[in-house]
């Protein structure tokens, strides 16, 4: 049975927020190229929600929360928006030089409670939760939840300012540029939590193709004190790389939890 678009949407957003089974749906952004060059250049992005990653086949990532960031730190417009019964698309246009950042972003407050023996469930932000969710109901729990799934593109020569955190919610900070990743060589990251170094989280990575091959090939890494981890890409490809925390203290009020996720894919050159 199909779900609600919106109660399909806020799913997609809680799957992103929880450590994700080898089965499970994945939530990704799909670049048509992240290192491009010339004059008159546009990249084209998917986003799907999936089984088997880069493959359409589940439902589409809704836009909301969709931010691109120019590589001056200003904001661009992402074209030709469109959501159909798999995948969503956008285009971008790479006016400027140097490193984009697209990403689709968000944060809120899900609740969950009992009434009457049946299970109910809303989504919302911390200024509707007075009115529309009972504050003595059953088994009531109110998670604070971050989502942020993101790509870096770049036009030309690779630039930093779109590299640096927001301090909101579980994102990754660059060491290696993330458009400058080739087979043999070692990439580092660093994952921060409103950011602080997350140290101890676990990070998945995946490359793509997994619908036509035998194993998952998964390689998870964790992080260090410094919220640090490195790869090796032993392959070229893209690849997904995804991160999620439960616990720390919540700063939306109301919330009694929270929860923290974040992915981003990558490409690997030869």
Known sequence: MRLPLKLAAAAAVLAASMPIAAEAHRAWLLPSATVLSGKDVWVTVDAAVSNDLFFFEHQPLRLNGLQVAAPDGSAATAENQATGRYRSTF???????????????????????????????????????????????????????????????????????????????????????????????????????????????????????????????????????????????????????????RGGKPSMAGATERRASYNTTVEVLP
Do not use: C
């Open 91 to 245: 285009d971008v246009k790479l006016a400027q030089p140097g490193t984009y950042k697209l990403a689709v972003v968000n944060a809120g407050l899900f609740a969950a409670w009992k009434e009457n023996g049946q299970n109910k469930r809303w989504r919302g932000t911390p200024e509707r939760l007075a009115a529309e969710v009972p504050k003595d109901a059953q088994d009531l729990r109110v998670t604070q939840f971050n989502s942020r799934i993101e790509v870096f593109v770049t036009s030309g020569k690779p630039t930093e300012t779109t590299l640096k955190p927001t301090g909101q919610g579980l994102e990754l900070a660059p060491v290696t540029h993330p458009n400058d990743l080739v087979v043999g060589s070692e990439a580092r990251f660093v994952f921060l939590m409103d950011g602080q170094p997350a140290p101890d989280l676990k990070v998945t990575i995946i490359r793509g193709g997994i619908r036509y091959r035998d194993k998952l090939e998964e390689t998870t890494v964790t992080t260090g004190a410094d919220g640090g981890f490195a790869v090796t890409w032993k392959e070229p490809g893209m690849y997904w790389i995804e991160a999620a925390t």
